[in-house]
């Protein structure tokens, strides 16, 4: 059974930083194209960020770039997402999904339970 | 960027009605369509991808079609349980954009 458990969320202040985890099981973790994906309270969903399976190549939103960077453990069955100067519109609920193909172009096979993330003083 | 334009937002229909939702790129996709269901406070669902091909374990009453710009997808006949907001999302281009979703309820 495919899981993904997703840790590191919270309350944080504007301008602080947060590192999201996602623990992988129950398929081929190092062949999977992975991503993360947010919806802010009441509102729809907005992909945020996407790596290959190997960790070569991400893409970013252009309402992250700069600010957070996705990653992977593969040895770790683990992916990341490292959020840097978090703003308030940053709030939402974060999910983790595994894409469809070892490709980034994809649909969201299977998805995290979420993690919320608040940015507020 | 693609924009992807549902409607309606929200819909309102009896049980064992059918039930359409239409999903406008704005821009040519092909058949790179997604569709997905989300229950109040769960994390999405995949139902159907690209464009047509119903997911393993989905019940046949869901259904897509459509390629281009214009798609749909179907109810056939709408169970209690179908109770939710449903999203397409193309991955034709980064960035991958979702449609910004059809509320069901039961009338």
């Known amino acids: 059974e495919v899981q993904l458990l997703e840790s590191g969320g919270g309350l944080v202040q504007p301008g602080g930083s947060l590192r999201l985890s996602c623990a992988a099981s129950?398929?081929?973790?190092?062949?999977?194209?992975m991503s993360w994906v947010r919806q802010a309270p009441g509102k729809g969903l907005e992909w945020v960020s996407s790596?290959?399976?190997?960790?070569?190549?991400?893409y970013h939103a252009a309402s992250v770039t700069g600010r957070f960077t996705i990653s992977r453990d593969n040895s770790k069955q683990t992916l990341y997402l490292q959020m840097n100067s978090l703003r308030a519109e940053d709030t939402a609920v974060y999910y983790c999904?595994?894409?469809?193909?070892?490709?980034?172009?994809?649909?969201?096979?299977?998805w995290g339970q979420g993690k919320m993330v608040t940015v507020s003083s | 960027d693609i924009q992807m334009t549902q409607s309606p937002s929200s819909l309102s229909a009896s049980v064992g009605d059918r039930v359409t939702i239409t999903c406008r790129a704005s821009?040519?996709?092909?058949?790179?369509l997604n569709w997905y269901q989300q229950k109040p406070g769960k994390a999405p669902k995949l139902l159907i991808y690209?464009?047509?091909y119903l997911e393993t374990g989905v019940p046949s009453r869901f259904s897509g079609s459509g390629s281009g710009t214009d798609f749909s997808f179907i109810i056939s006949s709408l169970q209690p349980e179908d109770i939710a907001t449903y999203y397409c999302?193309?991955?034709?281009?980064?960035?991958?954009?979702f449609g910004g979703g059809t509320k069901v309820e039961i009338k």
């Open positions: 690209d464009a047509s």
């Open positions: 821009q040519d996709i092909s058949n790179y």
């Open positions: 999904a595994k894409m469809d193909q070892g490709a980034l172009m994809g649909a969201f096979e299977f």
């Open positions: 129950g398929f081929t973790f190092d062949i999977s194209a």
């Open positions: 790596i290959t399976a190997s960790g070569g190549k991400t």
């Open positions: 999302q193309q991955y034709d281009n980064v960035p991958l954009t």
